[in-house]
């Protein structure tokens, strides 16, 4: 095994994951607190019907939740934690990319909560690999000085009654997403921070008029 190889096969080992085929566009798929990797898979079978599916379990345990990276409490997150885990989920995603065959060019994140906030923290920083995301009760994850997400599209579904994500810190992310060249659509609803209908809906709306093949 060359160099590459075994740099690619460590980078793919550090999630528990599941790969299943599919047409030319992938789906990764991030969890929230306590999920895995099976949870939105119906989901992404809803907002993109046929698409292959990348769909990691979050690495780091809460208790006996899975999560994408740690926190210290309740909306406080253990920041070196998360610049540490943002660039294992980017290698992460290069690797599958290579092992798989797909086009990260192809690609689009679909995450909730949790895995909605680590999405969040790789398109601030990690450029090019996620060019398009549906982020679903997201939240500034951190302050990034330069971010750097030229050329991505995302899609933030926030709820105004969500008990979990204040108000300002989802727009304090989608503005610091514009700020680094993103494509951003910030869409409130009367929600809390469970998903609606609705969400699922107003997504699938937007990614159809947000094709990757488009550009």
């Known amino acids: 095994?060359?160099?590459?190889?075994?740099?690619?096969?460590?980078?793919?080992?550090?999630?528990?994951?599941?790969?299943?085929?599919?047409?030319?566009?992938?789906?990764?798929?991030?969890?929230?607190?306590?999920?895995?990797?099976?949870?939105?898979?119906?989901?992404?079978?809803?907002?993109?019907?046929?698409?292959?599916?990348?769909?990691?379990?979050?690495?780091?345990?809460?208790?006996?939740?899975?999560?994408?990276?740690?926190?210290?409490?309740?909306?406080?997150?253990?920041?070196?934690?998360?610049?540490?885990?943002?660039?294992?989920?980017?290698?992460f995603v290069r690797a599958a990319s290579d092992s798989y065959g797909f086009e990260l060019s192809r690609l689009t994140a679909v995450g909730f909560s949790n895995g909605a906030n680590i999405a969040a923290s790789v398109l601030l920083d990690e450029p090019g690999v996620l060019p398009r995301a549906v982020l679903f009760r997201a939240m500034l994850p951190r302050e990034v000085e330069a971010p750097r997400a030229a050329g991505a599209r995302v899609y933030l579904g926030a709820g105004r009654r969500d008990p979990i994500v204040p108000v300002d810190s989802v727009e304090r992310l989608a503005a610091l997403l514009r700020a680094g060249g993103a494509d951003v659509t910030l869409d409130w609803r009367e929600a809390g921070h469970g998903l609606t209908p609705e969400d699922v809906k107003q997504a699938k709306r937007w990614l159809a008029a947000s094709s990757l093949a488009a550009g």
């Open 1 to 91: 095994m060359s160099t590459d190889q075994a740099t690619t096969a460590a980078a793919l080992a550090a999630y528990h994951h599941r790969w299943i085929p599919g047409s030319a566009d992938t789906v990764l798929l991030l969890h929230g607190t306590g999920g895995n990797e099976n949870d939105l898979i119906p989901l992404a079978a809803e907002l993109v019907p046929g698409a292959a599916v990348l769909s990691p379990r979050g690495n780091v345990l809460e208790g006996p939740m899975p999560r994408f990276f740690r926190r210290l409490a309740e909306g406080v997150f253990d920041l070196d934690d998360l610049a540490l885990r943002t660039r294992q989920l980017a290698a």
